[in-house]
């Protein structure tokens, strides 16, 4: 069975401060995909970045960057110099198999104080 | 690319009817399309896998005669709740997966609010 793990539910920071969302998974498949989703107020999810297991490789777009850890199951997401448009609930998920169903985090609310 | 649109965005309906929302993929094709229902400050819950051409799939616990699946074509899925009752007031979404791309992502759609009076 999967599980995705995010521990923090709500973190509220000023603006221009770095925030790091945390995301553990578990699952027994050797290949899987992890994803980042956002969701702003307005509550349509928006695709972030997608990962698969066998790419370790830590990404940067913009101010967005993601350390993908195999070692200790975790795939965090860091916002650098945080905005107010950054406020939102952030998803973790993953998804393992042919049909690709995601297993969904409970999400982070994010809210950036100007 | 890869935009995924519903509509409506949001209905109000009397108790006993019966409610359409629809879901496109404009700029892509999508064999599977999935369907979730999310309540306030919570995350997301699959309801049904829907493939193009076949029967949905759904999760347990989803009554497959309550909630009506559809996916007539490579770019739209259509979800019936038949005969709502206000326990089906939420926020639904669908969301589509590129025909052919490996790992899955899925694209999705702006949702819709339904409240049941």
């Known amino acids: 069975a999967q599980k995705v793990t995010q521990a923090q539910t709500e973190i509220s920071v000023v603006e221009k401060e770095d925030v790091t969302l945390d995301c553990v998974y578990e699952t027994r498949d050797t290949t899987y995909y992890l994803f980042w989703y956002k969701q702003p107020p307005s509550g349509e999810l928006v695709f972030l970045i997608r990962?698969?297991?066998?790419?370790?490789q830590n990404e940067i777009s913009g101010r967005y960057s993601w350390n993908f850890q195999k070692s200790t199951s975790s795939f965090n997401f860091t916002i650098t110099a945080s905005q107010v448009v950054d406020s939102a609930v952030y998803f973790c998920?993953?998804?393992?198999?042919?049909?690709?169903?995601?297993?969904f985090g409970k999400g982070i609310t994010l809210s950036v104080r100007p | 690319g890869a935009v995924v649109s519903q509509h409506p965005s949001w209905v109000i309906c009397k108790s006993g009817t019966s409610v359409k929302i629809e879901c496109r993929s404009l700029d892509f094709q999508a064999t599977t399309m999935f369907w979730y229902r999310q309540f306030p400050k919570q995350s997301l819950m699959l309801m049904a896998t829907?493939?193009?051409?076949?029967?949905?799939?759904?999760e347990q616990g989803v009554e497959k005669d309550k909630f009506l699946i559809n996916h007539a074509s490579l770019t739209l899925s259509t979800l019936t709740v038949t005969s709502a009752h206000p326990e089906d007031s939420s926020f639904y979404i669908c969301?589509?997966?590129?025909?052919?791309?490996?790992?899955?992502?899925?694209?999705f759609g702006p949702g819709t609010r339904l409240t049941v009076l």
């Open positions: 969301s589509a997966r590129v025909a052919g791309e490996s790992g899955g992502t899925q694209y």
């Open positions: 990962r698969n297991s066998f790419d370790e």
């Open positions: 998920a993953l998804s393992t198999g042919a049909n690709s169903k995601l297993t």
């Open positions: 829907s493939n193009e051409g076949s029967k949905a799939t759904y």
